[in-house]
Nanobody, 115 residues
Framework: QVQLVESGGGLVNIGGSLRLSCVVS????????MGWSRQGPGKQRETIAV???????THVDSVGGRFTISRDNAKNALYLQMNKLNADDTAVYLC?????????WGQGTQVTVSS
C-alpha cells in the first residue's frame, strides 16, 4: 500500500521560510515522478513544482525563485524548501507520486503566512 505523509507546515510570518517533507512508503520513490500541489482558501488546487525520476525540476512562475523541490531517493522522501513566503502562499500543501499506473496523494499539511 502506497502512503505519502507530509510534514513541516505551520504558521510563519511574511518573508519567512519553511521546509516541507513528504515521506513515501510502499513503493520505490526513485521510479516515480513526484510533485507538490497546494490549495488555498477558496481556490482550486494547483501544482506548483514537479521533479522527474532523473531529477529535472519545474516550478510555476508564482513560486519560481522562492520555492525549490528536491528528492532524496535513499530516504524515499520529497522536499519543498519555501523562502520569502507571502500571504498568497497560505494553503494546504500536498505531495503526490505518479508511477505510470496511478497517482497517489498525501493528506496535506497546512501552511499559514501571517503578517
Amino acid at each position: 500500500q502506497v502512503q505519502l505523509v507530509e510534514s513541516g507546515g505551520g504558521l510563519v510570518n511574511i518573508g519567512g521560510s519553511l521546509r516541507l517533507s513528504c515521506v513515501v512508503s510502499g513503493t520505490n520513490l526513485s521510479r516515480a515522478l513526484m510533485g507538490w500541489s497546494r490549495q488555498g482558501p477558496g481556490k482550486q488546487r494547483e501544482t506548483i513544482a514537479v521533479i522527474t525520476r532523473t531529477g529535472y525540476t519545474t516550478h510555476v512562475d508564482s513560486v519560481g525563485g522562492r520555492f525549490t523541490i528536491s528528492r532524496d531517493n535513499a530516504k524515499n522522501a520529497l522536499y519543498l524548501q519555501m523562502n520569502k513566503l507571502n500571504a498568497d502562499d497560505t494553503a494546504v500543501y500536498l505531495c503526490y507520486l505518479q508511477d505510470g499506473k496511478a497517482t497517489y496523494w498525501g493528506q496535506g499539511t497546512q501552511v499559514t503566512v501571517s503578517s
